[in-house]
């Protein structure tokens, strides 16, 4: 189904996840989609709640503590420098068909999602903190529209669960990311092989959510098989931003599309037998079948009437049973190729 959305222009897709990373301003957001167009993005993601919708006035306390007797905003206060206005999204929608790519957003409650549908949002992202959302997930799923679901902090189960209701309501299963929910996630947690046993178990296709630092990983996970990438995005390395840690820059992110592209075609087909740009080389180290001394016309050729010589543009040494046997039809010099024609 992504296929309808994204028009290919490469071996993969690759999503610059703004998120949160505009700091709640409309001009920087409006800005970085411009920045992720022109790094080759193929997609810009955001992520759209209502802090009240999300968490509970005693996060802090329940957290901290396991109780639920000291109020504390701190946790939405924070979260709420980071909501724009809904004619704002509508913007920054309008700005990304402007700059060709496509606009979307992980979505965390139901007001989020039915902002992101009065926008005509053409896919949803489901974050792996809400993949045992069921009631959320059935109201995106009932759209028939794509789903991304991030998988990084949920069991088997819960996945399963989660795929389940999503074929069951739209049709179609999700693409399944994997990623790991540590910023930044350190070189020994970032468990790549995941991706090949997301795609055995689930049958449905899986990408790479990276919250690594750099780009290393993402090579690394097309290797794997991932063809969806998604990578937080920034103005620059130096902008302060929640995801500041985990997030490319545009020249990064260029970057990483260009190594990934490179590991895909490195990848190959898996084909074991040799291709034709090899055709040369084997022409010039494979062997062929010469006279290894004079043979005379009417001799039966012997083993030690052979010899195997560079190129391999003549009878092939595993072909040696063809001649042995045979009567030479006209008289071979020491060294020559030995041909078809000059036997009986």
């Given at each position: 189904?992504?296929?309808?959305?994204?028009?290919?222009?490469?071996?993969s897709?690759?999503?610059?996840?703004?998120?949160?990373n505009?700091?709640g301003?409309?001009?920087?957001?409006?800005?970085?989609?411009?920045?992720?167009?022109?790094?080759g993005?193929?997609?810009?993601k955001?992520?759209?709640f209502?802090?009240?919708?999300?968490?509970?006035?005693?996060?802090?306390?329940?957290?901290?503590?396991?109780?639920?007797?000291?109020?504390d905003?701190?946790?939405l206060?924070?979260?709420?420098?980071?909501?724009?206005?809904?004619?704002?999204?509508?913007g920054?929608?309008?700005?990304?068909?402007?700059?060709?790519?496509?606009f979307f957003?992980?979505?965390?409650?139901?007001?989020?999602?039915?902002?992101?549908?009065?926008?005509?949002?053409?896919?949803?992202?489901?974050a792996?903190?809400?993949?045992?959302?069921?009631?959320?997930?059935?109201?995106?799923?009932?759209?028939?529209?794509?789903?991304?679901?991030?998988?990084?902090?949920?069991?088997e189960?819960?996945?399963?669960?989660?795929v389940?209701?999503?074929?069951d309501?739209?049709?179609?299963?999700?693409?399944?990311?994997?990623?790991?929910?540590?910023?930044?996630?350190s070189?020994?947690?970032a468990?790549?092989s995941?991706?090949?046993?997301?795609?055995?178990?689930?049958?449905?296709?899986?990408?790479?959510s990276d919250?690594t630092?750099?780009?290393?990983?993402?090579?690394?996970?097309?290797?794997?098989?991932?063809?969806?990438?998604e990578?937080?995005?920034?103005?620059?390395r130096?902008?302060?931003?929640?995801?500041?840690?985990?997030?490319?820059?545009?020249?990064?992110?260029?970057s990483?599309?260009?190594?990934v592209?490179?590991?895909?075609?490195?990848?190959?087909?898996?084909?074991?037998?040799?291709?034709?740009?090899?055709?040369?080389?084997?022409?010039?180290?494979?062997?062929?079948?010469?006279?290894?001394r004079?043979?005379p016309?009417?001799?039966?050729?012997?083993?030690?009437d052979?010899i195997?010589l560079?190129?391999?543009?003549?009878?092939?040494v595993?072909?040696?049973?063809?001649?042995?046997?045979?009567r030479?039809?006209?008289?071979?010099?020491?060294?020559?190729?030995?041909k078809?024609?000059?036997?009986?």
């Amino acid at each position: 189904m992504l296929d309808k959305i994204f028009k290919k222009r490469r071996s993969s897709v690759y999503i610059a996840e703004i998120g949160l990373n505009h700091n709640g301003s409309y001009e920087l957001a409006s800005k970085m989609i411009g920045s992720a167009a022109g790094a080759g993005a193929d997609a810009v993601k955001f992520q759209v709640f209502v802090p009240e919708k999300m968490n509970s006035v005693y996060t802090t306390s329940l957290l901290e503590r396991g109780t639920d007797d000291t109020p504390d905003r701190s946790q939405l206060d924070f979260l709420g420098r980071f909501v724009l206005k809904g004619a704002e999204y509508a913007g920054l929608k309008a700005r990304a068909d402007e700059c060709g790519v496509v606009f979307f957003s992980s979505v965390f409650d139901e007001e989020s999602f039915q902002l992101m549908e009065s926008l005509g949002a053409p896919l949803y992202k489901i974050a792996s903190s809400e993949v045992t959302n069921h009631p959320l997930i059935e109201r995106v799923a009932a759209t028939g529209k794509p789903v991304i679901m991030s998988t990084g902090i949920c069991t088997e189960g819960e996945i399963s669960s989660a795929v389940e209701i999503i074929r069951d309501r739209g049709g179609a299963g999700p693409v399944l990311m994997h990623c790991v929910s540590l910023y930044p996630t350190s070189p020994e947690f970032a468990n790549l092989s995941r991706i090949r046993t997301l795609a055995d178990r689930f049958g449905l296709e899986v990408g790479f959510s990276d919250h690594t630092a750099g780009t290393f990983a993402c090579s690394l996970a097309a290797a794997t098989g991932a063809r969806l990438f998604e990578k937080h995005f920034t103005v620059d390395r130096f902008h302060d931003c929640p995801d500041k840690d985990v997030s490319l820059g545009p020249e990064e992110f260029s970057s990483m599309i260009d190594q990934v592209e490179k590991a895909v075609s490195m990848m190959g087909d898996g084909s074991i037998s040799s291709g034709s740009p090899e055709n040369g080389t084997a022409r010039a180290a494979r062997r062929s079948l010469f006279a290894a001394r004079n043979i005379p016309a009417g001799n039966v050729i012997g083993r030690d009437d052979l010899i195997a010589l560079r190129p391999g543009t003549g009878i092939p040494v595993i072909r040696m049973g063809d001649v042995l046997g045979k009567r030479a039809a006209l008289d071979i010099k020491k060294e020559r190729i030995i041909k078809l024609e000059y036997l009986e």
